[in-house]
């Protein structure tokens, strides 16, 4: 059973550490934002954002966003006050003109 106290380090509780991927991926699903637009975000596939859900889901014992990120939050994964900033901006390539 999960703690839901705040631990100082919170891979403590889990059986497997969330990877450093898997933590962006989940403070992105906290923000509310979309399959697509993670991956375009993170420069991953669509298919790569859902597999890491999927390790997400199994790591944290749920079954759907909204429980992965109360989760998270309960136990110190999700950053409620880390701002948006450019670094997790979708971001358009721009290719020199010939």
Request: net charge positive; proline share 5%.
């Amino acid at each position: 059973m999960l703690c839901l106290n705040r631990p100082a380090d919170p891979d403590v509780l889990l059986v497997e550490p969330l990877t450093r991927r898997e933590k962006r991926v989940l403070q992105l699903v906290a923000r509310g934002w979309s399959n697509q637009r993670i991956a375009q975000a993170q420069f991953i596939s669509i298919n790569t954002v859902k597999y890491h859900l999927k390790n997400i889901y199994l790591k944290l014992d749920v079954h759907k966003r909204t429980e992965a990120v109360w989760v998270g939050t309960r136990i110190g994964l999700v950053d409620t006050d880390e701002p948006d900033g450019d670094d997790v901006q979708p971001r358009e390539l721009r290719f020199a003109s010939a």
